[in-house]
């Protein structure tokens, strides 16, 4: 019903950049937390960058100043523009939101199907 629809991941060399796009659809429902995640083959997911509806932010350390979450409220849209890409950010990216379910009325987790950055030479 609710979707995290992801788009933007791509092959791009080292030092490359790329934007990352996640827009909710389905339905209206009120989005509170907005975070990307990625997960590497054979790798632990990581949280990579959080933000809140008042957008407040967080990054982990290894994106600090390559890395920037924003979201927009009114298109229920979180975005992750990355510079600099290393070969080490090759992995899937996932988009999470915390909101309100348009048909329980309590707090839910959405998930995207997640999106291929691959950096390589």
């Known amino acids: 019903q609710v979707q995290l629809v992801e788009s933007g991941g791509a092959l791009v060399q080292p030092g490359g950049s790329l934007r990352l796009s996640c827009v909710a659809s389905g339905s209206i429902f009120s989005i509170l937390d907005m975070d990307w995640y990625r997960q590497a083959p054979g790798k632990q997911r990581e949280l990579v960058a959080h933000i809140t509806r008042g957008g407040s932010t967080y990054y982990t350390e290894s994106v600090k100043g390559r890395f920037t979450i924003s979201r927009d409220n009114a298109k229920n849209a979180v975005y992750l523009q990355m510079n600099s890409l290393k070969p080490e950010d090759t992995a899937a990216y996932y988009c999470?939101?915390?909101?309100?379910?348009?048909?329980?009325?309590?707090?839910?987790?959405?998930w995207g199907q997640g999106t291929q950055v691959t950096v390589s030479s």
């Open positions: 999470y939101a915390d909101g309100i379910s348009p048909t329980t009325h309590k707090l839910s987790d959405y």
